[in-house]
């Protein structure tokens, strides 16, 4: 299936009520529930789930096999790596219906999450972090950090171009590929150019 402003593989399925932006792709197997928003550009891969009031801004991209459950808000250019997992419930029963509980989770603007990731509900994931494959995301993650492991705890920072940034004593940084320059201020980090 195809339209003026996005793309939708045929074996894809799109519910009522979706708003779907320009230039979005929809591939193979995925299914996009009614009430979620999709932004422009973005790039869903193949057996995706987007639930219902699943909110995704522009240029978000979203790997194979990727649930995206009600609760989750993805900002701009955000991208989710390859089966990673988010949840919605802190404490899930088959035999309970706890639809009412669901926390929410956001994930700012330009974050990475790496492959395998799973990330608990209630959480933030700060501007331009970058979660390591694999990691289990229990708290919420600082704008810039590099986070690993589980569960995961902060090992560093990235730049907005997504390399590690080396503080000097003067707690200052160039990002040697981008030449972006960030300071270091009470553990927060801040692009100043």
Same mark, same amino acid.
């Given at each position: 299936?195809?339209?003026?402003s996005?793309?939708?593989h045929e074996?894809?399925?799109?519910?009522?009520?979706c708003?779907?932006g320009?230039g979005t792709?929809?591939w193979h197997?995925?299914?996009?529930?009614?009430?979620?928003?999709?932004?422009?550009?973005?790039?869903l891969g193949q057996n995706?789930?987007?639930?219902p009031?699943?909110? /995704?801004?522009?240029?978000?991209?979203v790997q194979?096999?990727?649930?995206?459950?009600?609760?989750?808000?993805?900002e701009?250019?955000?991208f989710?790596?390859?089966?990673m997992?988010f949840?919605?419930?802190?404490n899930p029963?088959?035999?309970?219906?706890?639809?009412?509980?669901?926390? %929410?989770? /956001?994930v700012?603007?330009?974050?990475s999450i790496?492959?395998?990731? %799973?990330i608990?509900?209630?959480?933030t994931i700060?501007?331009?972090?970058?979660?390591?494959?694999?990691?289990?995301?229990?708290?919420n993650?600082?704008?810039?950090a /590099?986070?690993?492991g589980?569960?995961?705890?902060?090992?560093g920072?990235?730049?907005?171009?997504?390399?590690r /940034?080396?503080?000097?004593?003067?707690?200052?940084?160039?990002c040697?590929e981008?030449?972006?320059?960030?300071?270091l201020t009470?553990?927060k980090?801040?692009?100043?150019?």
């Open positions: 299936m195809s339209t003026n996005y793309f939708a074996t894809s399925v799109i519910d009522d009520n708003k779907i320009d792709k929809i197997f995925s299914h996009i529930m009614s009430d979620s928003v999709i932004g422009d550009r973005c790039n995706v789930v987007v639930s009031k699943v909110v /995704l801004g522009n240029n978000v991209k194979n096999n990727v649930s995206i459950y009600t609760g989750v808000i993805c701009d250019d955000v989710l790596g390859p089966s997992v949840t919605n419930i802190v029963r088959s035999a309970i219906i706890r639809r009412d509980k669901y926390k %929410t989770t /956001l700012k603007k330009g974050a790496g492959a395998n990731a %799973t608990i509900c209630g959480n700060g501007e331009f972090s970058l979660i390591g494959a694999g990691a289990v995301v229990t708290k993650v600082e704008p810039y /590099l986070v690993v589980n569960p995961s705890k902060q090992i920072w990235v730049s907005e171009y997504g390399h /940034l080396e503080f000097d004593s003067t707690c200052f940084a160039i040697k981008s030449q972006e320059k960030y300071q009470d553990n980090v801040t692009k100043i150019s």
